[in-house]
């Protein structure tokens, strides 16, 4: 499949124009492509890069990227995916965040490459005549067929007037995308974004300009299968630890592991399908899970983490210990000391269960002696836990 139908197809939901847009980028045209964040929180996940890596696409190919950072729309707040209004910040909040923002996106895309457009530049020039002639483009039926407006209107939930601008301010951005660049002929979202990114459609016609056309794509799931949230352990943040990310990485659910590749790298079409190939040929999921998870580490953190590194697992020091003489411990008193185990029963259960391992070598016996030293030996009972002791 050639790079056009990557683009056109991996990952994505939906396209409006699909013909039009396969037309323009076939025939050589530098597109315009515009992608817009509100800078809320300077925290991004891997589900936040999912657009990204399809702006990766855009910019080899060597198409114009426009990154809008909202200043002027996070004061309002898009309720999109809320189920409440979201709290304002301010303009020099905002601007903070955008510039840790940049930082992180540079992981996956050239940002010394790109344009940087605040959305405030043309937002703060419309009077309230202006905000008039924007709106009467939407009616409030139209406004409340949004799935999350309905939802929360038959609820009784309370819909300020200023949330229903927001797409009209989204919209709007579009318009003056193409004013001062000279298209806007993309604009890439998320599907909780699909009726914002139809209002710039919308807008842009009543402005006599081209309709820009609109590509989508799922939401990422958390490692979990639900909602990937910052709030909960199913998120893995793009500046976390190596181990971290690892660990999380493996533990995805088996049946998501297609849904990674597909949105959280960068991987071809053809690649997706021999992981399915493999999947259906009953390759061990763990296998696949490894390769996903170094695939994502070495974007965000420029290489593969090292299963063998233990640099990160926590030193203790045992040398002033009251149950340390001469320099010995019995492995059951050091899983006491380390607080792996409280009583003698636990120690017992880990022994016999096999949990228990120094320097990867299993344990069975409580009683056995381990001379201390200078040189850290690693301790682990079970997957989770792990020290490096020391005298």
Do not use: W
């Amino acid at each position: 499949m050639n790079q056009i139908q990557n683009l056109l197809t991996k990952g994505v939901s939906n396209i409006i124009d699909r013909e039009n847009l396969e037309k323009k980028l076939a025939s050589g045209q530098k597109l315009t492509i515009k992608f817009g964040i509100d800078p809320t929180a300077a925290k991004v996940h891997i589900g936040h890069m999912v657009p990204f890596l399809k702006l990766k696409e855009f910019q080899k190919m060597g198409h114009k990227i426009v990154l809008l950072f909202g200043d002027a729309t996070a004061q309002v707040g898009d309720t999109s995916d809320k189920d409440a209004e979201r709290p304002m910040l301010t303009r020099e909040e905002t601007r903070a965040n955008a510039e840790a923002f940049l930082q992180k996106f540079a992981k996956v895309i050239d940002t010394e490459k790109i344009e940087i457009y605040y959305n405030s530049e043309g937002l703060d020039a419309v009077n309230f005549a202006g905000v008039g002639e924007l709106a009467k483009n939407f009616s409030v039926a139209e406004m409340l067929d949004r799935d999350n407006f309905s939802k929360r209107y038959k609820a009784g939930m309370r819909i300020s007037l200023q949330e229903f601008l927001y797409p009209i301010m989204q919209g709007y951005d579009s318009v003056c995308i193409a004013r001062k660049y000279g298209s806007c002929d993309v604009e890439l979202g998320g599907n909780d974004q699909y009726f914002n990114l139809l209002a710039g459609r919308r807008i842009m016609s009543a402005f006599d300009m081209p309709k820009q056309d609109i590509m989508t794509f799922d939401l990422l799931l958390g490692t979990d299968g639900e909602k990937m949230s910052k709030t909960r352990p199913n998120c893995i943040l793009i500046d976390e630890a190596p181990q971290s990310m690892y660990q999380k990485l493996i533990n995805v659910q088996d049946d998501l592991i297609v849904h990674y590749f597909e949105l959280a790298t960068d991987a071809t079409l053809e690649e997706i399908e021999q992981i399915k190939t493999r999947i259906q040929d009953g390759e061990h999921p763990n296998i696949l899970k490894k390769e996903l998870a170094q695939r994502i580490i070495t974007m965000y953190h420029g290489k593969p983490y090292d299963e063998n590194d233990t640099s990160h697992i926590e030193l203790v020091s045992l040398g002033q210990h009251e149950m340390v003489e001469s320099g010995k411990i019995t492995i059951g008193n050091l899983l006491k000391a380390v607080k792996f185990c409280g009583t003698s029963g636990d120690v017992g259960n880990a022994v016999s269960g096999g949990s228990v391992r120094l320097d990867g070598e299993k344990i069975d016996d409580m009683r056995q002696e381990v001379t201390l030293s200078d040189e850290p030996q690693l301790l682990q009972m079970g997957k989770k836990k792990a020290v490096r002791i020391v005298l």
